[in-house]
């Protein structure tokens, strides 16, 4: 599922593909003449968390930066989990695209926050643990070391292409990463279109992609 629209400094993208009984993911984008927010929740274990996030993050945010005078106008990437921001620019010569990551994964599978986590429990050797071929934090439970929710696990126990087609590029982009897991699996992509949501996740997760294009030109008109 995808759809596009349009904000003060350009266009935007969002494609939703669902794997799970109940889709986890949530993602938003709220613009306004001024700045715009975008969101994209990652549920896990349920929709709950990431259904409250896209009710009240935005307007807590503003609410924040109107107390606080901060200038909200301002760019800025919050990432506490490993849902990913990255930002795509066209190189000088005009014929290629740069990717830049604007955020780190706090997940286990990276050697830094295993390091993190080993020096915060240092009387824990099985905070975090290697199953089924993949890294495990907080005894085999979930991988992100940071998250929105997931309150049982915070008890002291545990203590981020202009050559393309604007319009449906970020549904481009999710069939892209289908391909990629059905690559891994060596299956064909015809295949995974008729697996039923709810055995899907064992395939690949939830996947939610926000593309957000910065138009100078608008800006400059603007």
């Given at each position: 599922?995808?759809?596009?629209?349009?904000?003060?400094?350009g266009?935007y993208?969002?494609a939703?593909?669902?794997?799970?009984?109940?889709?986890?993911?949530?993602?938003?984008?709220?613009?306004?003449?001024?700045?715009?927010?975008?969101?994209?929740?990652?549920?896990?274990?349920?929709?709950?968390?990431?259904?409250?996030?896209?009710?009240?993050?935005?307007?807590w945010?503003?609410?924040?930066?109107?107390?606080?005078?901060?200038?909200?106008?301002?760019?800025?990437?919050?990432?506490?989990?490993?849902?990913r921001?990255?930002?795509?620019?066209?190189?000088?010569?005009?014929?290629?695209?740069?990717?830049e990551r604007?955020?780190?994964?706090?997940?286990?599978?990276?050697?830094?926050?295993?390091k993190?986590?080993?020096?915060?429990?240092?009387?824990?050797?099985?905070?975090?643990?290697?199953?089924?071929?993949?890294?495990?934090?907080i005894?085999?439970?979930?991988?992100?070391s940071?998250?929105?929710?997931e309150?049982?696990?915070?008890?002291?126990?545990?203590?981020?292409?202009?050559?393309?087609?604007q319009?449906?590029?970020?549904?481009?982009?999710?069939?892209?990463?289908?391909?990629?897991?059905?690559?891994?699996?060596?299956?064909?992509?015809?295949?995974?279109?008729?697996?039923?949501?709810?055995?899907?996740?064992?395939f690949?997760?939830d996947?939610?992609?926000?593309v957000?294009?910065?138009?100078?030109?608008?800006?400059?008109?603007?």
């Amino acid at each position: 599922m995808g759809f596009c629209g349009t904000r003060s400094c350009g266009e935007y993208s969002i494609a939703v593909t669902q794997a799970n009984a109940k889709p986890e993911d949530q993602g938003q984008v709220v613009t306004s003449p001024a700045a715009s927010f975008v969101g994209v929740y990652d549920g896990h274990g349920g929709p709950e968390a990431s259904r409250f996030l896209s009710s009240r993050l935005f307007p807590w945010h503003v609410h924040g930066c109107n107390q606080e005078g901060i200038p909200c106008h301002e760019g800025g990437v919050l990432a506490p989990g490993d849902s990913r921001a990255i930002l795509g620019r066209r190189r000088s010569d005009g014929q290629d695209v740069v990717v830049e990551r604007l955020s780190n994964d706090l997940n286990v599978a990276e050697e830094e926050v295993r390091k993190e986590l080993t020096e915060q429990h240092p009387d824990d050797s099985h905070i975090f643990i290697y199953t089924r071929g993949v890294w495990r934090m907080i005894k085999g439970i979930i991988q992100v070391s940071r998250s929105i929710g997931e309150f049982y696990l915070k008890k002291p126990k545990f203590a981020r292409d202009p050559k393309f087609r604007q319009c449906g590029i970020a549904e481009r982009l999710v069939r892209a990463a289908l391909t990629e897991a059905v690559r891994k699996r060596e299956m064909r992509y015809t295949h995974i279109k008729h697996i039923e949501r709810g055995t899907r996740w064992h395939f690949h997760d939830d996947i939610t992609i926000i593309v957000v294009y910065l138009d100078h030109q608008t800006w400059s008109a603007d």
